[in-house]
């Protein structure tokens, strides 16, 4: 009987999760699993921070049409390793504006999402969503990690604010000052204020991934990553150490 009751308390303090459709369109890799029930969540922006397109379009312009940006792969299973769920969150306006179909948009975050895998087994994305429309789910409001929360709560999970954070590249607009007072240069920044909605820290890819010292700002075609690579096989010095805690509890708007 001891035996047995230890068997079942393993159980219960390893919460599996199955792949299912869950609210919209986010879904959940089947391979994610947490002895906790507070998850740890690294929310990721798309274009410009994990990948851009072959063609040179802004976004995805088709199933296929993504390059990953260096390091990436590499960052994010160094964060599965640290217990962290994996989520990308993408602004897709393309979609309402016309310019490709909701299936397109949807198809290459997938696609982005199993490049990142294939580069590196030990990677793995565990939740996708994307906002087509003007509403509560496009950042910077936060109806996608809205719908995180949803999701976990229906496995008695929640998510855990002082350990989650934002990796983006909208983060300081014309107009924008920056923290050091230079001036914004970027066409958005509704990554960065996503984050401010949460109250999580927020990160520009250029550090997190460790492209910065090497004079990235952004990436924003496919001919930069390549030169790249091609003159710095090897990365900046990243942020590490834990991330910080907010000054107070996440808090959700939509």
Request: one cysteine or more; hydrophobic letters at 40%; proline letters at 4%.
């Amino acid at each position: 009987m001891k035996t047995l009751s230890i068997i079942l308390s393993l159980i219960v303090s390893t919460t599996a999760l199955s792949q299912e459709v869950l609210y919209r369109r986010t879904w959940l890799a089947k391979n994610f699993s947490t002895k906790n029930r507070l998850v740890k969540v690294a929310f990721f922006d798309a274009d410009s921070t994990l990948r851009v397109s072959l063609s040179g379009s802004v976004s995805a312009n088709g199933d296929k049409d993504v390059m990953l940006l260096p390091f990436v792969s590499r960052r994010i299973a160094e964060l599965n390793e640290k217990g962290y769920l994996i989520m990308i969150v993408s602004n897709q306006g393309g979609v309402a504006k016309g310019l490709l179909p909701i299936e397109t948009a949807d198809k290459a975050l997938k696609y982005t999402a199993d490049l990142i895998k294939v580069e590196n087994a030990a990677a793995t994305i565990h939740f996708i969503d994307f906002a087509e429309q003007e509403d509560s789910f496009r950042k910077p409001l936060t109806g996608m990690a809205v719908n995180l929360s949803l999701a976990l709560a229906k496995k008695n999970l929640k998510i855990d604010w002082t350990q989650s954070f934002m990796v983006g590249d909208s983060a300081y607009k014309k107009g924008d000052l920056r923290p050091d007072g230079q001036p914004g240069t970027h066409f958005s920044n509704s990554d960065r204020l996503f984050a401010e909605n949460l109250n999580i820290p927020f990160y520009e890819p250029n550090k997190f991934f460790g492209w910065k010292c090497h004079g990235i700002d952004v990436f924003d075609k496919a001919e930069q990553v390549t030169n790249y690579l091609r003159e710095n096989p090897d990365r900046c010095e990243v942020l590490a150490g834990p991330i910080k805690k907010p000054s107070h509890e996440g808090r959700l708007m939509n």
